[in-house]
């Protein structure tokens, strides 16, 4: 039942990976931008949930503050770090490097605050009860599911039905073809930011009701999203999607075959593996040289 019990929590964090991995594939798809400081989004949104509920505030205001934090902190990056330095033709190495930077300045910032250790939503939603013999689940496990599953519904039928979901798509396609239309193409990066962000936000509620937060947590984050980015094929949602899950499921069920040091690197033991062998990824096109 150990197995069981490990792919039953493996398919709890792949969906909050999912969530996470596809925002960032969403800007990343629309924009070019490698977006680093999306893990200090998901950062900021869980303590800030935090911050409420061990407070006393209702739960559904901490899920909107850290939804309009998340939010904010993606539209801030865009419009007051990128575009400054793709205004002034920086490439992609001046823009990682301000990312990281801004992502270790709001790591610093959250531990002098909190603190370096580990902090956790005292939540009914986490209480595991038994299941099936030694198989133990808390709600939280379902809620999961079912937030993943809405959010991700509710992005495909905008980005496929609503005007500015398909010229976001258009967008990560061809540029100029969006200004040929006379749509801005600094209003579709913006709303590219403040969606991929704004999907990180739950994920991060979610993981501060079960297993907790630290100010690092959102560099290990950043590495899962890049990872999902790559193995589901860059500029694919669904792709980032299905492998941010596939992901936590080989993080968990590692743990029955070997020691838990090994967890987070199962991940990246599979990035290589499709890098090596496949590295347009699971929906990704090959591009013939």
């Known amino acids: 039942m150990l197995f069981l019990q490990l792919l039953l929590g ?3 964090t792949g969906a909050l990976y999912a ?3 596809c925002g960032f594939a969403l800007i ?7 977006h680093f400081a999306h893990g200090a989004s998901f950062t900021l949104a869980g303590y800030l949930f935090l911050l409420l509920w061990n407070n006393g505030h209702p739960a559904w205001l901490g899920v909107l503050a850290a939804i309009a934090v998340a939010t904010g902190f993606g539209v801030a990056m865009e419009r007051f770090v990128y575009r400054p330095i793709q205004r002034h033709e920086g490439g992609f190495f001046t823009v990682f490097v301000a990312a990281f930077g801004v992502s ?4 610093n910032l959250v531990g002098m605050w909190a603190g370096r250790g580990f902090v956790v939503a005292d939540s009914s939603l986490s209480r595991a009860t038994e299941v099936l013999p030694e198989v133990f689940l808390a709600p939280v496990f379902w809620v999961s599911l079912a937030v993943a599953a809405v959010l991700f519904l509710a992005l495909g039928i905008f980005l496929t039905r609503h005007p500015a979901g398909v010229a976001l798509r258009a967008l990560s ?10 749509l801005s193409s600094h209003r ?3 709303l590219a930011f403040a969606l991929g962000s704004a999907l990180a936000a739950p994920a991060a509620v979610l993981t501060a009701i079960t297993t907790g937060m630290n100010e690092a947590v959102g560099h290990h984050v950043m590495l899962i999203s890049m990872a999902a980015t ?3 094929g860059v500029g694919s949602l669904k792709g980032a999607a299905l492998a ?5 499921v080989a993080e968990s069920v590692v743990l029955n075959f070997a020691d838990p040091q090994w967890a987070e690197a199962a991940s990246f033991v599979v990035l290589f593996g499709f890098i090596l062998f496949r590295p347009s990824g699971l929906f990704g096109h090959a591009v013939a040289r």
């Open 244 to 248: 941010g899950l596939s992901l936590g």
């Open 19 to 21: 969530l996470t991995a």
């Open 188 to 190: 579709l990066s913006l």
């Open 104 to 107: 270790l300045v709001v790591q």
């Open 10 to 12: 493996g398919l709890q």
């Open 28 to 34: 990343f798809g629309a924009t070019k931008v490698f």
């Open 230 to 232: 790559i193995v589901g």
């Open 173 to 182: 396609q061809n540029s100029d073809l969006i200004r040929a239309y006379g």
